[in-house]
């Protein structure tokens, strides 16, 4: 089956500090990754769609400043935590999508990465 | 009205018990429907994957599909304490991941 890697699992900073998470298709190449945050207990909430080489589109009051994100292979999505803040404390998940026309609309997740920021 | 319900749980049931998890949803443009089950800590992993109404059986999975009622249930027999997670559905009306949407998750336990 598709495997997403996300890297890190695990990550502990400094209020302040910028951090970045990658997300790599292992098997397939993936025209669209998402990024999703999950607070304990709830549902994932999309915080962005990338596609290969062009911009990303960011959901309604995520600030794209603050969470950037590059989508520069078709299998590798990078998200930085800029300037980073303990509000911003929470479980980050990326997901692919396989690339083409007669692609199936399923989105495969990496394990995600735990922030906390001090 | 949200887009897509799901009951939050938690569900608990004993070991070898037929378990049924549901969504209801309220886009009739929905077509593609998926069931994950959610670790604690870990990723979506994907369950199950069907197109427009009826039924899709794997192994103890069976899922149903009903366009009609705009009702999707995700079937688990003889459950087991390692299907303790939250179960998430999703749903999408094209093949080009406009409009995907994830219901809220059930959290299940099962108990030894």
């Known amino acids: 089956g598709a495997v997403v890697s996300q890297h890190p699992s695990w990550v502990i900073c400094k209020s302040g500090t910028s951090v970045k998470i990658e997300c790599r298709s292992l098997?397939?190449?993936?025209?669209?990754m998402f990024w999703y945050r999950q607070f304990p207990k709830q549902s994932l909430m999309l915080m962005a769609t990338?596609?290969?080489?062009?911009?990303?589109?960011?959901e309604q009051g995520v600030e794209k400043d603050k969470f950037l994100i590059n989508h520069a292979s078709l299998t590798l999505s990078t998200l930085t935590v800029t300037s980073a803040h303990p509000e911003d404390s929470s479980f980050y998940i990326c997901s692919a999508r396989i690339g083409g026309a007669l692609a199936k609309n399923i989105q495969y997740f990496g394990a995600g990465t735990r922030l906390s920021v001090l | 009205q949200k887009e897509v319900e799901q009951d939050p749980g938690p569900l608990s049931v004993p070991e070898g018990a037929i378990v049924s998890l549901n969504c209801t949803y309220s886009n009739s443009a929905f077509q593609y429907f998926m069931w994950y089950r959610q670790y604690s800590r870990k990723g979506p992993e994907l369950l199950m994957y069907?197109?427009?109404?009826g039924n899709k059986e794997d192994g103890r999975f069976t899922a149903q599909v009903d366009k009609s009622s705009k009702y999707i249930s995700l079937f688990i027999r003889d459950s087991q304490p390692s299907d303790s997670a939250t179960y998430l559905c999703?749903?999408?009306?094209?093949?080009?991941?406009?409009?995907?949407?994830f219901g809220p998750g059930t959290r299940l336990s099962v108990l030894p």
């Open positions: 098997d397939f190449q993936a025209t669209t």
């Open positions: 990338s596609n290969e080489g062009s911009k990303a589109t960011y």
């Open positions: 999703a749903m999408s009306s094209d093949n080009y991941g406009q409009n995907f949407v």
């Open positions: 069907t197109y427009s109404s």
